[in-house]
């Protein structure tokens, strides 16, 4: 069934990806984007696409937010500021963002009759926890603005699904690769490895190495997404989306060398960051039995593709 939808954020890294999917499957496509970190040449190819409409404005504005949902069906609401240094250094300007640009647009949203909104979280909302892999029902425990943010951003969406007519699922993100990757957000570990051993430059690892995490292909993200606006019966739930293992950050840059040859460059290890997770694994149970979703494409092989693609080495 051909839906009209908009993806905010949608020149970024998951976002694009998603729009590229989305008219793949012959749905209009609009596209909500400020391009303070998304990158317009993400989306070059689809300008000529009588399917695909581009609106450069910013979610925390109504009229910008009002003139893009026009007629849309659903929403897939990936702008945010992703990096956790960036709210460690401006938390107030994450909070404004990520919390109240996402109360305008679920405003918008309800009284422009829009049927569900697909909200984009992250598994930086559990912190440090024992518990692993880590369940949905897990209780938060915030280790940044960024974390706290996306939760309050949560909240949100269930207090909209709870008093109206707007379906909202939510997707906790774990570390997300693949091509088109930047620095920012949880997944940019892989590009600034790689971007350093394309300059034949050591890579930095900060704190010992041994913290883990849990990478999760972009594909395999937005099949997720479509999953979560296909459901029926799951408004108002969180699902962990990830690959379900997890790689030390040792272990990763390894696996890194390998494919790259570059075996004669010792990584550089400096303080750990302010505001970094020491240990990171989904479950992904609920996930696979109420969206049916599983991971297709392992580590080693996303990143076999992405150093393929986008890398000469």
């Known amino acids: 069934m051909r839906l009209k939808i908009l993806v905010t954020g949608g020149a970024g890294f998951i976002g694009s990806h998603l729009v590229d ?23 070059r190819k689809h300008e000529e696409n009588p399917s695909f409409r581009f609106f450069e ?18 929403v ?77 951003g ?11 007519d707007l379906e909202t699922v939510i997707l906790r993100y774990f570390n997300v690769y693949g091509p088109g990757r930047g620095e920012d957000g949880e997944g940019g570990v892989i590009y600034k490895f790689l971007k350093r051993l394309d300059k034949e430059k ?7 190495g041994n913290q883990t995490r849990d990478f999760v292909y972009v594909k395999d993200v937005v099949r997720a997404n479509i999953l979560a606006l296909e459901k029926k019966g799951i ?18 840059l390894d696996t890194l060398l390998d494919l790259t040859g570059m075996y004669d460059l010792e990584p550089i290890h400096r303080e750990p960051r302010s505001g970094d997770i020491r240990h990171s694994r989904a479950d992904l149970s609920k996930a696979a039995e109420k969206l049916n979703y599983t991971p297709d494409v392992s580590l080693k092989e996303g990143l076999r593709r992405l150093v393929e693609e986008e890398w000469n080495f």
């Open 235 to 252: 408004s108002g739930q969180a699902f962990n989306i990830g690959s379900g293992r997890a790689i030390s950050i040792n272990e990763l």
């Open 154 to 164: 949560e909240e949100k969406c269930r207090e909209f699904e709870e008093k109206g």
């Open 76 to 152: 897939f609401h990936e702008a945010a500021i992703t990096s956790v240094p960036v709210s460690m250094e401006r938390p107030d300007f994450t909070e404004e963002v990520n919390v109240q640009g996402t109360v305008t647009l679920l405003e918008k949203c309800e009284e422009l009759g829009v049927e569900k909104l697909v909200y984009a979280s992250t598994c930086a909302i559990y912190g440090d926890t024992e518990n692993l892999p880590v369940s949905e029902d897990c209780s938060p425990k915030f280790r940044s603005p960024y974390a706290k943010s996306k939760f309050l």
């Open 202 to 208: 050591s890579p930095v690892i900060y704190g010992d």
């Open 21 to 43: 999917k989305l008219l793949s499957e012959n749905h209009e496509v609009g596209v909500l984007e400020n391009l303070y970190s998304g990158n317009s040449q993400n989306l």
């Open 57 to 74: 404005g910013d979610i925390r504005n109504e009229e910008d937010v009002e003139k893009a949902l026009n007629d849309t069906e659903a």
